[in-house]
């Protein structure tokens, strides 16, 4: 009995000893700690002396806390670790990531029990000692780091909220035609490219819900969380190095991206920003449809600074309307005015065709639309009969027949412009009208599908150029 007791008390004797001397070395402990998270967290070798300070402050806190609790045997509570709650917000508001916030602990707690082993000595006292201590550090670790990870947690959600609200402000100032200049607004501003010089080149964008009407709906909101998801993803798509400003405002997400300098050149047939922007918008829907999420997307002419965002706004809600029901892209920046007339044509318009051009346009359509292919080559071939030939792939003697054959149902030739601009506007009402059976949003597929492939073939270019 007396040696089970001696036992007991050499083991407490050994513990006792481990832990003082881990007290009275806490400078160097520390310091091993701090240069461990260096050499395996890049995050952390990557940041300054403040922060190298910071962390090497903390981890001095948390091993006299923990040394405490280990000492006193007792659980180790709350109050024993109140400070980690402001340094994981600092963490946070530093942009470190979680992951690596949580290794840290992780390395603090590998440091810590390798002095453990390393001091427990070759006895066995000592080394029962040490086992001792295992289960209470793994307790102390796990209580220290899932209270730390929720504080960071809650500041993010708090910053995130806070920039959410601070990007509505932002929009609504915006969408009244208001330049910020002054305070956080200001500042929000900025960080999205949109500064108080006024002449950033932008688009506006609205999105909804596939399927959903743009204005607000009624009872419980089951889009929600995908609205939010979509935001996110075209809050990605800036093109000018900053976050696209993106927002979910009630049933619908607004987007202003900020185009680069190429979008307000001049003098050079055309300009590459909203195109780019376009393209990208294209692959957030496409990637969204992949899991699940539908969108309904209108894009706005390129305007220049605050003071055209509200009109821009209603180009992008007013474009919606060509959106098919199962969602895709309108962008006004794709489309000629050509067929942005068309698509906006009511009966009165297509009244005023010439019947025989009507007549001639349908039979044509039945048929494969050869002789619409001809005028729509002709044109964007600058009347020239062999260019269009080759563009047709036929002999020019093929696309002279086409002409007559055209002259004579319609009394149109091909190389008077009136009679040109009067088949090209006939053609692009037609685009607009759905195929006998055929779904009506299917006309605006195809118009669509003409314009993305051939944008300013028929001679019309497209509205690139900032207002």
Same mark, same amino acid.
């Given at each position: 009995?007396?040696?089970?007791?001696?036992t007991?008390?050499?083991?407490?004797a050994?513990?006792t000893?481990?832990?003082? #001397?881990l007290l009275g070395? *806490?400078?160097? @402990?520390a310091?091993?700690?701090v240069a =461990?998270?260096?050499? &395996?967290?890049? $995050?952390?070798a990557?940041?300054?002396?403040?922060?190298?300070s910071?962390?090497r402050?903390?981890v001095i806190?948390h091993?006299?806390?923990?040394?405490?609790?280990?000492?006193?045997?007792?659980?180790?509570?709350f109050?024993?670790?109140?400070?980690?709650?402001?340094?994981a917000?600092?963490?946070?508001r530093?942009?470190?990531a979680?992951?690596?916030?949580?290794?840290?602990?992780r390395?603090?707690?590998q440091?810590?029990?390798?002095?453990?082993?390393?001091?427990?000595?070759?006895?066995?006292?000592g080394?029962e000692?040490?086992?001792t201590l295992?289960?209470?550090?793994m307790?102390?670790?796990d209580?220290?780091?899932?209270?730390a990870?929720?504080a960071?947690?809650?500041?993010q959600?708090?910053?995130?909220?806070e920039?959410?609200? #601070?990007?509505?402000?932002? *929009?609504e100032? @915006?969408?009244?035609?208001v330049?910020? =200049?002054?305070?956080r &607004?200001l500042? $929000?501003?900025?960080a999205?490219?949109?500064?108080?010089?006024g002449?950033a080149?932008?688009?506006?964008?609205i999105a909804?819900l596939?399927?959903?009407?743009?204005?607000?709906?009624?009872g419980p909101?089951?889009?929600?969380?995908a609205?939010?998801?979509?935001?996110a993803?075209?809050?990605?798509?800036g093109g000018n190095g900053?976050?696209?400003?993106?927002v979910?405002?009630?049933?619908?997400?607004v987007?202003?991206?900020?185009l680069?300098?190429?979008?307000?050149?001049?003098?050079?047939?055309?300009?590459?920003?909203?195109g780019e922007?376009c393209d990208r918008?294209?692959a957030?829907?496409e990637?969204?449809?992949?899991e699940?999420?539908?969108?309904?997307?209108g894009?706005?002419?390129?305007?220049v600074?605050?003071?055209?965002?509200p009109?821009a706004y209603?180009e992008?809600?007013?474009v919606?309307?060509f959106v098919p029901?199962?969602g895709?892209?309108a962008a006004?920046?794709?489309?000629?005015p050509?067929q942005?007339?068309?698509?906006?044509?009511d009966d009165?318009?297509?009244?005023?065709v010439?019947?025989?051009?009507t007549?001639?346009?349908a039979?044509d359509?039945?048929?494969?639309?050869?002789?619409?292919a001809?005028?729509?080559?002709f044109?964007?071939?600058d009347?020239?009969l062999?260019a269009?030939?080759?563009?047709?792939?036929?002999h020019?003697?093929?696309?002279?027949?086409?002409?007559?054959?055209?002259?004579?149902?319609?009394?149109?030739?091909l190389?008077?412009?009136?009679?040109?601009v009067?088949?090209?506007v006939a053609?692009?009402?037609q685009?607009a009208?759905?195929v006998?059976?055929e779904?009506?949003?299917?006309?605006r597929e195809?118009?669509?599908?003409?314009?993305n492939?051939?944008?300013?073939?028929?001679?019309?270019?497209?509205?690139?150029?900032?207002?």
């Amino acid at each position: 009995m007396s040696t089970g007791l001696s036992t007991v008390a050499a083991v407490r004797a050994q513990r006792t000893r481990i832990l003082s #001397e881990l007290l009275g070395d *806490l400078q160097a @402990l520390a310091d091993a700690a701090v240069a =461990t998270m260096r050499e &395996e967290i890049p $995050a952390y070798a990557a940041r300054g002396p403040e922060f190298q300070s910071d962390v090497r402050d903390q981890v001095i806190k948390h091993y006299r806390a923990k040394l405490a609790v280990l000492l006193e045997d007792r659980t180790v509570t709350f109050d024993d670790i109140s400070f980690t709650r402001r340094a994981a917000m600092r963490r946070a508001r530093a942009g470190v990531a979680l992951a690596d916030y949580i290794n840290a602990f992780r390395v603090g707690q590998q440091v810590f029990w390798e002095s453990v082993v390393e001091r427990s000595g070759h006895a066995p006292a000592g080394r029962e000692a040490a086992l001792t201590l295992a289960a209470p550090l793994m307790r102390y670790c796990d209580f220290a780091s899932t209270h730390a990870a929720n504080a960071y947690m809650e500041f993010q959600q708090y910053a995130a909220a806070e920039a959410v609200r #601070e990007s509505r402000d932002l *929009l609504e100032t @915006l969408l009244a035609g208001v330049t910020p =200049t002054r305070g956080r &607004e200001l500042a $929000a501003a900025q960080a999205h490219g949109l500064g108080p010089d006024g002449r950033a080149p932008l688009l506006v964008v609205i999105a909804v819900l596939a399927g959903s009407p743009s204005a607000v709906t009624t009872g419980p909101d089951q889009g929600a969380d995908a609205r939010h998801a979509a935001c996110a993803a075209i809050a990605r798509t800036g093109g000018n190095g900053t976050r696209t400003l993106s927002v979910v405002r009630q049933s619908e997400i607004v987007a202003i991206p900020v185009l680069g300098p190429a979008a307000t050149a001049h003098n050079t047939g055309h300009s590459t920003g909203p195109g780019e922007l376009c393209d990208r918008l294209q692959a957030v829907l496409e990637s969204l449809a992949c899991e699940g999420i539908r969108l309904a997307m209108g894009v706005s002419t390129v305007a220049v600074g605050a003071a055209q965002i509200p009109q821009a706004y209603q180009e992008a809600r007013a474009v919606l309307d060509f959106v098919p029901e199962e969602g895709g892209l309108a962008a006004l920046p794709r489309i000629t005015p050509f067929q942005y007339l068309a698509l906006k044509a009511d009966d009165t318009a297509r009244n005023l065709v010439d019947p025989r051009i009507t007549s001639l346009l349908a039979e044509d359509r039945a048929r494969g639309g050869v002789l619409t292919a001809t005028i729509r080559a002709f044109a964007a071939a600058d009347l020239n009969l062999r260019a269009a030939a080759e563009r047709l792939q036929i002999h020019p003697n093929t696309a002279q027949y086409r002409l007559r054959r055209i002259h004579e149902r319609t009394g149109r030739s091909l190389r008077s412009i009136d009679d040109l601009v009067e088949l090209l506007v006939a053609i692009a009402l037609q685009d607009a009208q759905p195929v006998p059976g055929e779904p009506t949003n299917s006309a605006r597929e195809r118009l669509a599908t003409a314009t993305n492939e051939g944008r300013g073939k028929a001679g019309v270019r497209s509205s690139h150029e900032p207002r």
